[in-house]
């Protein structure tokens, strides 16, 4: 879209593009850190079973996050005596900076992204790999002793797990043949042309792929760069104020980067599901159609990377937390040779099985897949929950528990 | 101004700046960190230069890699004394002397003496850096097909050696760095 | 700007880093801070390698596989260097390389 607009432009109104996008970018980076905060919130208070925020905002408390920006805006910005001053001052900006960068060659659509690549996807790793300095520069300039041991176990923990990760990206890479992420995702038109059921090898690519972008955002269970029950609060213990929340403007950033990866590598990117391309379906209504187009399939992005950082906070709110010598080994033992694996085994998938045999298999995979995922939403609709009991307001009975004896008999 | 000769300047001059600082800083963590932003600025450059494959690797191996192995090993053996390490001022001034000789030499031994043509850069949209590379690295010959003055190389050579090298430095420091046994304790 | 030129002001950005990594080297005497020197080096040697291969064509490939050699060298290098430094620290309890002398003749 912007090419015909660039031949009016001189050299310089290069700039003024960049600076749209960027402001454009940064624009969502803060929408996306303030959503998402409130969903951490809400997805928190549901899965233990009280109600997060309710108040600001009218219904469902939805714009406490930005009350709670205004707080940490005007909130006193501490340098401990300790500290790095120079480090402790640049390490947040640092991490949002290697945040930021990954969505400049992220599509939010056909077409919508600000900066076409063709080693996109190599891009995005290398960038977001920058981030963990940030992380580090934050543990070691707070002058704590909790700040400092989260800095070493976050750098640790993401220079294991970069490997994985990158060779998990790997696999759909080769199944597409393009490092472009716009390309990949437009060769995923329909349901089943999703690459995460192209194969066996794709499908556990994107399991592991989720458990290391989880690992390498510092979610749960691999949250030991910030364990509040042993560090406090780890590398940002010392932080507060604006530059707290830049911290977490970058994780709440990398996160949906991430997510947007594995919508695009392996969840069809954009693709509605159905079969054709939505800005083309459109075309014939000249430059409205091609605005309705992109519309959706924005929509369709934004709605992908959110759900599955819904299930990163699913997950964060409902496993323990690994020990930091669990969590190595989990990376070097298990994900790295598995990875290893994946890699090879999708070369030779490609390489050696007939068509036929391939096509079978990927729609095998996808019945399999569809099933599972229609009888989980058939459960969970036709699910008969517990009626509330009369002991405490909020509490469940359970009364089909054996040796239940009620609450009011206590 | 041309666009290209503007970012030029803009990100020499900020790599040049934060390379100085590198050498400056007393303290070395902080050189670490002015080494982060000339290895970022330095990337920057590859991109200008059009070979965005060498940058992304550039900021993946080095930033992301190399770099935060360094400041690893900094924190490991960071103690008070060691942080701030002074240099005596001779030490400075013969350095300095040094260095401003050897620029010298180096500028006088390459301005102006490279003939250079260029074609516009390509789109990164369609740059075919990446493929060429990984062709020429897994042993397809690349050049052209006609010239008989230019040789159609490969480097799948190279590249296993590369392999072989890195597994080697893998086990190396991995027994170098590994935890000593109780009995042979440090001196 | 004719491309001789620009080629020069990259070549002076290599030689730039280049020298400053040599008097990193030189002046730092905490050995993790030689190794930033070594750095510094390779990377001026990197931009030269990939202005070269932009300016001339007959080095177009060629110039970005010595780059990216040069880059995987000095991850290696700095694995090794580090793992070295540790275990001179781990037998002396310090990293000053001015107290490495006991290979002295």
């Known amino acids: 879209m912007l090419d015909w607009l660039g031949e009016f432009w001189t050299d310089y109104g290069i700039f003024v593009l960049a600076l749209i996008a960027s402001n454009v970018l940064i624009g969502f980076m803060l929408i996306n850190a303030i959503f998402s905060v409130w969903m951490e919130r809400k997805v928190a208070g549901r899965i233990q079973d009280r109600l997060g925020p309710t108040r600001v905002g009218g219904k469902f408390g939805w714009l406490q996050t930005l009350a709670d920006g205004m707080k940490l805006l005007v909130k006193e910005d501490t340098i401990p005596a300790a500290a790095d001053q120079f480090l402790f001052r640049v390490g947040p900006y640092i991490a949002l900076v290697g945040s930021f960068l990954a969505f400049i060659v992220l599509p939010f659509g056909d077409g919508v992204v600000a900066r076409e690549m063709n080693i996109a996807i190599f891009f995005m790793l290398a960038v977001m790999s920058s981030e963990v300095f940030g992380i580090i520069l934050i543990g070691y300039g707070s002058g704590s002793k909790w700040s400092l041991f989260g800095g070493m176990r976050e750098a640790a923990q993401m220079v294991s797990y970069e490997i994985p990760m990158a060779m998990c990206v790997l696999v759909p890479v080769i199944v597409a043949g393009s490092m472009n992420l716009g390309d990949i995702a437009r060769s995923q038109s329909g349901l089943w042309n999703w690459l995460v059921f192209h194969d066996p090898f794709t499908f556990c690519a994107f399991w592991t792929y989720f458990t290391c972008a989880m690992a390498s955002c510092k979610r749960a269970p691999f949250d030991l760069a910030e364990a509040e029950s042993e560090l406090v609060a780890g590398f940002h213990t010392e932080y507060s104020g604006f530059r707290w929340l830049v911290i977490f403007m970058a994780e709440y950033g990398s996160m949906f980067a991430v997510s947007g990866i594995a919508c695009i590598m392996f969840l069809g990117g954009w693709s509605t599901g159905l079969p054709w391309e939505l800005t083309e379906l459109f075309g014939g209504l000249g430059v409205v159609g091609l605005v309705i187009g992109n519309v959706i399939n924005v929509v369709v992005f934004l709605v992908k990377g959110w759900v599955l950082v819904f299930v990163m906070m699913w997950v964060r709110w409902t496993l323990p937390r690994l020990r930091i010598d669990q969590v190595m080994m989990l990376c070097l033992k298990y994900l790295i040779p598995i990875s290893c694996v994946l890699m090879a085994g999708v070369s030779l998938w490609n390489l050696w099985l007939p068509a036929l045999v391939q096509s079978i298999v990927g729609y095998l995979i996808f019945g399999v897949s569809a099933a599972g995922a229609g009888f989980f939403v058939y459960r969970v609709v036709t699910w008969v929950s517990l009626k509330p009991g009369s002991a405490m307001p909020g509490m469940w009975r359970m009364t089909t528990l054996p040796g239940y004896q009620g609450a009011a008999k206590l | 101004m041309e666009l290209h000769a503007f970012m030029f300047w803009l990100i020499a001059l900020l790599t040049g700046l934060c390379a100085l600082a590198t050498v400056i800083t007393q303290n070395i963590v902080r050189s670490a960190t002015w080494l982060l932003f000339t290895l970022a600025g330095t990337s920057g450059i590859f991109f200008l230069l059009g070979a965005d494959f060498v940058g992304a690797i550039q900021l993946l191996i080095y930033v992301g890699g190399t770099m935060v192995l360094v400041v690893f090993g900094v924190m490991l053996t960071a103690q008070g004394p060691f942080i701030n390490m002074k240099t005596s001022g001779a030490e400075w001034a013969i350095s300095i002397v040094a260095g401003i000789l050897l620029f010298a030499v180096l500028l006088f031994g390459t301005w102006g003496r490279f003939s250079a043509s260029t074609s516009t850069p390509e789109d990164p949209k369609d740059s075919h850096h990446a493929v060429t590379i990984g062709q020429v690295l897994t042993g397809v010959p690349y050049g052209p097909f006609d010239s008989p003055t230019q040789v159609r190389a490969h480097y799948l050579l190279p590249f296993e050696i590369v392999s072989v090298h890195l597994l080697v430095v893998l086990i190396g420091a991995a027994y170098l760095a590994r935890a000593k046994r109780r009995g042979e304790e440090p001196k | ?105």
């Open chain 3, 1 to 105: 700007m004719n491309p001789a030129e620009q080629l020069n002001l990259y070549l002076a950005l290599g030689a730039l880093l280049f020298v400053c990594g040599v008097v990193c080297m030189a002046t730092k005497r905490n050995a993790i801070g030689v190794l930033i020197g070594v750095e510094l080096v390779l990377n001026g040697a990197n931009v030269n390698f990939v202005a070269f291969s932009r300016y001339n064509p007959a080095f177009e490939i060629e110039g970005m596989i010595f780059a990216l050699f040069v880059i995987v060298m000095a991850a290696g290098e700095a694995a090794v260097a580090l793992a070295i430094v540790l275990n001179f620290y781990n037998n002396h309890t310090t990293v000053d390389v001015d107290s490495a002398e006991e290979l002295k003749g």
